[in-house]
């Protein structure tokens, strides 16, 4: 079946534009992840959300980042103000519970790049 | 909050070699050790996961074990195989009310050299 998909693959901006970056679950999965991926580096938590509850937003680095999701399905990633240090590849997950100890399907990733 | 720390950073062995990656975590109460692979290009991949209670897994070439003792927990690879090469990420995951949400080693580059 149909994986998690991200768009755009790659996304160049200026410095100061802002950004929209889209996430499409697996049909079904109740849970969705946005992390980001600096080159070099592990994978930084940003926001969770789970079904109507609401969101985690404790790994938002700042109010220039936001994210929404419509019921269980696509969700999108803000970047206001973008700055040289959002440069970074942004991954989105899904799974099916969201409770202990299930695997995170993870989309193939935006890369942004802000010059 | 919960930190994991990765080493190595990279890793080259030849084919046939073991490869091993070890982590370590720092918060007692996680109680869930995934670890995913990633390819070039590709989201992360889910390729084996522990939990606390028990102190090993195995799945054909691949084993992880976890010391809760000492928290860290590790990658084995037997037998690596080219299509090993990629970057291994471990992870833990804190028990908290609700969510999923796991912490991220910082990785180890795998190359399996012919």
């Known amino acids: 079946g149909a994986g998690v998909s991200q768009s755009p693959s790659n996304k160049v901006t200026e410095k100061g534009k802002d950004v929209e970056l889209r996430c499409d679950p697996i049909?079904?999965?109740?849970?969705l992840y946005w992390y980001r991926q600096r080159l070099g580096q592990g994978l930084e938590f940003l926001i969770y959300?789970?079904?109507?509850?609401?969101?985690?937003k404790s790994g938002l680095p700042s109010d220039r980042f936001s994210a929404e999701r419509t019921g269980e399905s696509v969700s999108t990633l803000t970047i206001q103000r973008t700055q040289q240090e959002d440069s970074a590849v942004y991954l989105c997950?899904?799974?099916?519970?969201?409770?202990?100890?299930?695997?995170?399907?993870f989309g193939p990733g935006t890369r942004l790049t802000v010059l | 909050g919960e930190n994991v720390e990765q080493h190595p950073s990279t890793l080259s062995v030849q084919e046939g070699d073991s490869a091993v990656i070890k982590c370590t975590y720092s918060?007692?109460?996680?109680?869930?050790f995934p670890w995913y692979k990633q390819e070039l290009g590709k989201g992360p991949q889910l390729i084996i996961d522990i939990r606390s209670n028990v102190g090993e897994k195995k799945d054909q070439r691949i084993a992880v074990t976890l010391n809760k003792t000492a928290k860290h927990f590790s990658l084995h690879i037997t037998e690596t195989q080219p299509e090993d090469s990629a970057v291994y990420f471990c992870?833990?995951?804190?028990?908290?009310?609700?969510?999923?949400?796991?912490?991220f080693g910082t990785g180890t580059q795998l190359k399996v050299e012919l």
């Open positions: 997950a899904s799974n099916p519970l969201g409770g202990s100890y299930n695997e995170q399907f």
């Open positions: 049909s079904g999965h109740t849970a």
């Open positions: 992870a833990a995951r804190k028990l908290t009310g609700g969510g999923n949400k796991l912490t």
């Open positions: 918060d007692s109460a996680s109680n869930y």
């Open positions: 959300f789970q079904g109507n509850s609401a969101p985690d």
